[in-house]
């Protein structure tokens, strides 16, 4: 994982709620063994409506999103995560999220940063009336768009392998003697199979 | 300290927990089907590391491939080559694989349960968000992405921190016709489809005390419905005599096993974050009318009015307005299976309802087996021949039309009745629309041409006419 530790440049406003994992990547798109080629099918549903907000020239590109609430809801499917990252996305502001896909991005340096609903209309005013830049500052956990810089929450453990660029496998594994030994002990005791 | 049964089941598989750090949670079986594997084992040779254990995998196909008769032959370039990707994987890394016609292809969520694969205490992960089936039979079963599937391939644990746990208490008796979709669908309704976010939903109540282990697997089927991590349900002597006879069910041990699974049962007194109650007494069959599974009502019901854009979207694709009732609503197609309701008791009450009767002309009325056992079942009691006498078509086992992935698709514009999970917006192929629902009142909606209620099928007693 590459570590990252701010996030700057313009932010897409996209104000719907629930938007679900089928709307981010349909179904149709999933039979790739792939990790990428995801992007160019990305809000498909949505980008058939040329006032789309991804149709835009000013948000090509754009490194944060800002959206509703229960975002990614639906499917365990990765390649969410992975269509939206190859917009150019780094971070996704938004009130609350579905919990595959907040685990999804974890293990894909997706920053998602939740924010409370007045914080985010302000945010969402403001970058519907003029492109707004916003800056994300990890170690500090603050969002600064123009004037005002809200705090955010973030998991100590994320955020430590999101600034060092580590893997989570790689934790996993240098435990790997002391799962063997837990598996071991499991059996016949707590599990039958 | 009184402990519920998802403590209970968190703290036996705690491997390690440091201040600060989720905790690394040892999953004891992972499933795994095409759609959600392929880039996880590409992981595995990246780094250079083996399957810890292959014991404690099963892989399966199911979402990608045809299910007609000739579904060897799958014309889908892409999808050709995600199905061979999985016999190569399976084949490289020596996992156990059940391909087409082995006995017992199938939707993983409907696989493993037959073969006594899920049992109470285990925590069970798959690709897949529907993995909460197996909390059926008191197991933490959960979906997880493909990098934690790649995880718990190398290492048979993952991280995470633990969720919150919800108490959802389900009393009455069920009135003739009405199942545990329709209870489970009541819940999404009620309480949203963010509205157990964070948490693992456990059920119980007197509604449940004399629920079959396939109704219990679509209630806690749809717990993602309405964002919990997982729902389960504690074992009792109904999980166990389905699971005794299976085959990867204990057999020296069995015993020693149903006295710790009784051990798992909540303790009087213990903590829940939150708790709600229905009360499905008076609880009528429910259908869906929106895009999404908490847009949905009794039969009977009105589609509510609502000014936000949600609502309003919905509608719009839909083709319906506030005020509009579900029942009469003009079918075009309709599907019963998926690893929601495609399980032999599915299969029993839609073939019920179908016997000596015809599905309306202008209907297509897929019916799909959850697996080649669940197949085999139904051809044993003679349910095939009924459907298809009927003019509905029974086809071979997969995920089909439950989402828009294989051949199976709703064409554009035509409207669906459903026994699957999801209404969002072109699930079952761009373009559909979908009404979520139980088998019975699929078939009884099949059968009409139009949305209705199965109720003038059943007796008083819930037998069918």
């Not at chain 2, 990608?64 to 995600?82: G, L, V």
Request: a negative charge; glycine letters at 6%; one cysteine or more.
């Amino acid at each position: 994982m590459k570590a990252v530790k701010h996030i700057t440049g313009t932010a897409i406003p996209m104000n719907i709620n629930d938007i679900d994992t089928d709307i981010i990547i349909p179904a149709q798109y999933l039979t790739s063994t792939s990790q990428s080629g995801y992007g160019e099918h990305a809000f498909a549903r949505l980008k058939t409506n040329p006032d789309f907000v991804l149709n835009q020239d000013k948000y090509q590109q754009a490194p944060i999103l800002l959206t509703g609430s229960n975002f990614g809801c639906g499917s365990s499917r990765e390649h969410a995560i992975w269509a939206i990252q190859e917009l150019g996305i780094k971070a996704i502001i938004a009130p609350s999220f579905a919990d595959i896909f907040a685990n999804n991005a974890k293990k894909n340096g997706l920053l998602l940063i939740q924010q409370p609903d007045e914080v985010m209309s302000q945010l969402i005013l403001q970058t519907t009336i003029s492109e707004v830049n916003i800056a994300i500052d990890i170690q500090s956990q603050t969002i600064q768009a123009k004037n005002t810089t809200s705090k955010f929450e973030l998991d100590e453990f994320f955020k430590h392998c999101l600034i060092n660029g580590l893997d989570e496998l790689d934790y996993l594994m240098s435990n790997i003697e002391k799962i063997k030994d837990f598996k071991n002990q499991q059996k016949n005791r707590t599990l039958f199979i | 300290m009184n402990k519920n049964i998802i403590d209970k089941i968190w703290d036996a598989h705690i491997v390690k927990q440091n201040p600060e750090h989720p905790a690394i949670l040892a999953i004891d079986f992972c499933l795994v089907h095409e759609v959600t594997s392929a880039q996880a084992f590409d992981t595995l040779r990246h780094k250079s590391l083996p399957v810890l254990d292959t014991t404690k995998l099963l892989a399966t196909v199911d979402h990608s491939i045809p299910t007609r008769k000739n579904r060897h032959e799958i014309f889908d370039q892409m999808a050709k080559a995600q199905v061979q990707k999985l016999r190569d994987n399976t084949a490289e890394f020596e996992v156990p694989f059940y391909d087409m016609d082995s006995s017992h292809q199938g939707i993983v969520h409907v696989v493993g349960p037959e073969l006594g694969i899920t049992q109470p205490g285990m925590t069970i992960v798959c690709g897949d968000s529907h993995t909460a089936t197996h909390g059926a039979f008191g197991a933490l079963a959960f979906g997880i992405g493909t990098s934690t599937v790649g995880h718990v391939f190398a290492s048979g644990c993952l991280l995470m921190n633990k969720p919150k746990v919800m108490k959802v208490e389900f009393n009455g008796k069920f009135q003739a016709g009405v199942s545990a979709k329709d209870a489970i669908m009541k819940l999404i309704a009620q309480i949203g489809i963010g509205g157990a976010n964070g948490h693992v939903i456990e059920y119980t109540g007197s509604a449940l005390t004399d629920m079959s282990m396939e109704a219990r697997m679509t209630l806690c089927n749809m717990s993602i419905e309405c964002g919990a991590v997982a729902g389960l349900i504690a074992p009792d002597n109904i999980t166990y005599d389905y699971l005794k006879t299976k085959q990867y069910a204990p057999k020296e041990n069995w015993n020693k096993a149903v006295d710790y699974w009784n051990s798992l049962k909540s303790d009087t007194g213990c903590y829940y974050d939150h708790e709600i109650l229905i009360d499905v007494s008076q609880l009528k069959p429910m259908v869906s009318w929106g895009t999404n599974p908490q847009q949905a009502i009794e039969i009977d019901q009105v589609i509510p009015k609502s000014s936000d854009d949600m609502t309003k979207n919905a509608l719009d694709y839909v083709q319906l307005s506030a005020g509009d009732k579900l029942m009469n609503t003009d079918l075009d197609w309709a599907f019963v299976g998926s690893c929601t309701n495609g399980r032999i008791e599915d299969l029993r009450i839609t073939a019920s309802i179908l016997k000596d009767r015809k599905i309306a002309s202008n209907m297509t009325f897929y019916i799909v087996p959850g697996s080649e056992q669940v197949m085999k079942q139904a051809a044993d009691e003679g349910l095939i021949n009924i459907i298809n006498q009927s003019g509905a078509e029974f086809r071979m086992p997969g995920c089909s039309m439950c989402l828009g992935m294989n051949d199976d698709k709703v064409p554009a514009g035509k409207r669906c009745i459903s026994s699957t999970n999801r209404n969002f917006v072109g699930r079952q192929g761009t373009g559909s629309i979908t009404h979520l629902a139980s088998p019975a009142t699929v078939a009884a909606s099949a059968i009409a041409g139009k949305i209705v209620s199965a109720n003038q099928y059943f007796c008083a007693n819930g037998d069918i006419k």
